[in-house]
């Protein structure tokens, strides 16, 4: 007579273990690169005009819209572009947002008005079109509006990335003891950094990058390998990303002049500064003008071209795969 065996695999699921063998995951190719999603600004501009009216930051601390990609499960699953989340967020003159603080990273790039100011550790930020301003994870922020006219920028976070990772830490205020921080002024000198530094070291001293600033390096800055010119926010103590894990840049495209197709497993999201033009993702065209916002989700074969000189602010999460060493970039050959 046989002896009979126990089955294994139902005592590996007893156990909570599985065969790998067994999963449908093994060996499994990656799912086909997601569409790119356009917001544009003609579109979007008109609601958040009922923002407006709904609301006020008093009431819900931010008036905020977030741009969700259309391949998100729920509203609860807040993504833009990978790991990268990106909103609109816009004030009244005489408003102000209160002071509070998170793990995740944030940055304003100033869309529309003037007037407003983001105060970052109590460090004054004035906000004008095309100015990049920093809020780094754990940092004190708040907005006030001494200007005439609405004031809508752009919000971009690494959220998805601390919801995977379970990191999650929002502090309202008030702020009890203001952190120490360093005047602008001191790093105003480029190549000349300060040899005794206040503050914390984490993070990049300077909270406000002029658009001034960015335009003039643009205008001297040799085309990259694609035929764009670029140039990178960066920290000036390090010469690394001016934000860890959120990567920041700006594109400058010549009048006429596409670039050549490049592919990176970066996501990135892009707003028109100035210029019209059209952006080729895989086999997607996307016409684009100012303040429009799109994705370019990673793995396409991605090429831009300015109907007359045009400027991209980019964000990506290059940085994070960057420091994990995965990050991959190429350039198409020109035939």
């Known amino acids: 007579m046989s002896q009979s065996h126990p089955d294994p695999y139902a005592l590996w699921e007893a156990a909570h273990l599985a065969p790998l063998w067994n999963s449908p995951n093994a060996h499994k ?27 006020s930051p008093a009431a819900v601390q931010r008036r905020v819209l977030q741009m969700l990609s259309p391949h998100a499960a729920s509203p609860a699953d807040e993504y833009t572009c990978g790991s990268v989340l990106a909103a609109l967020q816009c004030l009244l003159p005489g408003e102000t947002a209160r002071p509070h603080r998170h793990t995740m990273n944030a940055l304003r790039f100033l869309l529309e008005g003037s007037g407003a100011v983001t105060l970052v550790d109590g460090k004054e930020c004035p906000m004008e079109f095309g100015d990049l301003v920093l809020t780094p994870g754990m940092c004190w922020h708040e907005h006030r509006h001494d200007g005439k006219e609405p004031v809508v920028w752009l919000d971009v976070l690494d959220v998805p990335l601390h919801q995977h990772m379970g990191t999650v830490v929002f502090q309202p205020g008030p702020i009890v003891e203001p952190p120490v921080t360093m005047p602008d002024a001191a790093f ?28 003039r390096a643009l205008q001297h800055a040799p085309r990259s390998p694609d035929g764009a010119r670029r140039v990178r926010y960066i920290n000036p103590l390090n010469g690394q990303g001016a934000m860890a894990l959120l990567d920041t840049s700006m594109l400058q495209l010549d009048a006429g002049v596409p670039t050549l197709p490049t592919r990176t497993n970066a996501n990135l999201v892009c707003t028109v500064v100035e210029g019209h033009g059209e952006t080729r993702v895989g086999d997607q065209l996307i016409a684009w003008g100012p303040r429009d916002t799109f994705t370019l989700p990673q793995h396409h074969w991605v090429s831009h071209r300015g109907e007359a000189e045009a400027r991209l602010f980019i964000v990506s999460d290059a940085d994070l795969l960057r420091r994990l060493g995965v990050l991959s970039e190429e350039v198409q050959a020109a035939v």
């Open 188 to 215: 105003a000198s480029s190549g000349i950094v300060p040899v005794a530094l206040d503050g914390r070291r984490d993070h990049s001293p300077v909270f406000r990058y002029p658009y001034a600033d960015a335009v």
């Open 29 to 55: 190719p990656p799912p086909p690169p997601v569409a790119a999603h356009v917001w544009r600004w003609k579109e979007t501009r008109a609601l958040v005009e009922l923002a407006f009216r709904e609301t």
